[in-house]
């Protein structure tokens, strides 16, 4: 952590580039998002399944940030920056229409109704969210929590930057394409809920 997270962490205090592509030392063609990428199976499998594509992933706890940085430095994965604080200061910081596809997955859903307005998926976020995407662009996010499923719906249909993908009730129940499973899924199961995946173009 001290001597390989300030090697790979975004800095913030500097400009962000112009090309986001530029913060990586791999070549890359696309720029994905993941947000709270908590212990880093998705970021992890992405990175390593897609070399042409550069990964920013933002967690703030410690342990699930150390054990995502000891396989980036471990398997020398060249397309992957992090960052380990508030994903607000990235959103806020990178350029107009840089990134390609942005993940927010089995984040925390705040289950008690008094505390839903501390819930990521806001107006607030979503414009940080419309501002960063690239029209055509996606925001994929994946819970098993029934309220935060709708209350995303709801948030999201009500903001004109971005329009639901689904056609048939298929594409909301199934995972995407090269899912690899993350623990939060694997615990929902056990517990007997059930994930959604919503995808959400960006207009």
């Given at each position: 952590m001290e001597k390989e997270l300030p090697r790979l962490a975004l800095d913030l205090n500097a400009a962000a580039p112009s090309d986001v592509k530029d913060l990586f030392d791999a070549d890359v063609?696309?720029?994905?998002?993941?947000?709270?990428?908590?212990?880093?199976?998705?970021?992890?499998?992405?990175?390593?399944?897609?070399p042409e594509t550069g990964f920013i992933g933002i967690e703030p706890f410690v342990g699930s940030m150390a054990k995502a940085l000891a396989a980036v430095v471990d398997e020398g994965l060249r397309n992957v920056r992090l960052y380990e604080d508030d994903a607000v200061n990235v959103l806020d910081w990178l350029?107009?229409?840089?990134?390609?596809?942005?993940?927010?997955?089995?984040?925390?859903p705040w289950p008690k109704k008094r505390h839903w307005k501390r819930r990521f998926i806001n107006r607030q976020?979503?414009?940080?969210?419309?501002?960063?995407?690239?029209?055509?662009?996606?925001?994929r996010f994946a819970s098993d929590i029934d309220t935060y499923v709708d209350w995303t719906l709801r948030h999201l249909?009500?903001?004109?930057?971005?329009?639901?993908?689904?056609?048939?009730?298929?594409?909301?129940?199934?995972?995407?394409?090269?899912?690899?499973?993350?623990?939060?899924?694997?615990k929902a199961i056990r517990e007997g809920r059930i994930g959604r995946y919503l995808t959400f173009r960006r207009i």
């Open positions: 063609h696309t720029v994905c998002l993941e947000v709270g990428f908590g212990g880093g199976e998705h970021l992890l499998h992405r990175a390593r399944t897609s350029p107009d229409a840089s990134l390609d596809i942005a993940y927010q997955l089995y984040p925390d976020n979503l414009d940080r969210y419309a501002r960063v995407l690239r029209p055509g662009s996606e925001l249909r009500d903001h004109e930057a971005f329009q639901w993908s689904a056609e048939r009730a298929r594409d909301w129940k199934e995972p995407w394409q090269g899912w690899p499973g993350t623990r939060y899924e694997a």
